[in-house]
């Protein structure tokens, strides 16, 4: 028998509010968020350039993902010590959206890489609003047969048309031939036309993983032409996992760059709020 209180949740189920479910639907795209990103995410998606809205507060902001705590959809939890906490979907929150994603807590050895990859995303969102991410997870519920070796971090595809493979990389698995053939497939890649599936790479990475990243490109220039090894940007990203964002506008600007990177990416500094 189906009391009232199950049918109610049942119907909360089927048609949740849709800012709760953009919140939901965010977080289940970037597997886990940090608190500190998520206020980030929200006023980049809600305040602003849209419409001319003002900045969502802080305060509302908790509010609903205290709502959503309670609800049972999300778990907000302290994962490291003296660091903001991090939220993920619960069982019931991913029954919500009709996903197979994973929804246990996250593991320690992957928050740097989750961090990263936020960031990444809350950076791109500021420089293309109007472009659209992509994420791993959407990636693998679309493909027929996903080949997760092949899989970038995301894609971003553009208002143009573009569409750009997003690597975020903390750390290289793989010898040097191994990380040249990585990138020969993706560059290989072909839509049912024949033409590119990909419009450019770049890959976002710091110290021995960016270097292995140039000579890698340099082997693929070697190997093809200069005119495809163009296609691969290497952005140098000082990846500060523990970096506090606390700013509602993320200030981003391009800026030329060396070599043959054509499409760097930097962070300035914001005022507190």
Not at 136 to 159: V, Y
Request: hydrophobic share 35%.
């Amino acid at each position: 028998m189906i009391t009232p209180n199950q049918s109610l949740e049942e119907k909360q189920l089927r048609h949740p509010d849709p800012r709760n479910a953009s919140i939901l639907t965010l977080v289940l795209q970037q597997r886990a968020i940090r608190i500190d990103q998520m206020m980030c995410f929200i006023t980049a998606c809600e305040g602003g350039s849209q419409g001319h809205r003002p900045f969502p507060s802080k305060s509302s902001i908790h509010n609903r993902i205290e709502h959503l705590q309670r609800e049972g959809l999300l778990n907000l939890e302290q994962i490291e010590q003296g660091q903001p906490g991090w939220i993920w979907l619960t069982k019931k929150g991913v029954r919500m959206l009709g996903s197979t994603a994973p929804w246990k807590r996250p593991g320690r050895h992957v928050l740097p890489f989750l961090s990263a990859s936020n960031a990444i995303r809350l950076l791109l969102t500021e420089q293309y609003p109007q472009a659209t991410w992509r994420s791993r997870q959407q990636l693998k519920e679309a493909a027929t047969k996903p080949r997760e070796s092949l899989l970038p971090t995301a894609e971003l595809l553009t208002d143009s048309g573009q569409r750009i493979a997003i690597h975020v990389m903390i750390r290289l698995v793989g010898t040097d031939e191994q990380v040249v053939m990585h990138i020969c497939e993706q560059l290989a890649h072909n839509t049912d036309d024949g033409t590119p599936y990909y419009t450019a790479l770049w890959y976002y990475a710091s110290g021995k993983e960016e270097q292995r990243l140039r000579t890698a490109r340099a082997i693929v220039a070697a190997l093809t032409t200069q005119a495809i090894a163009r296609k691969i940007s290497i952005i140098s990203s000082p990846f500060q996992p523990h970096q506090r964002w606390n700013h509602p506008h993320l200030a981003v600007q391009t800026h030329p760059c060396s070599g043959n990177d054509n499409a760097c990416i930097s962070m300035r500094k914001g005022e507190k709020p």
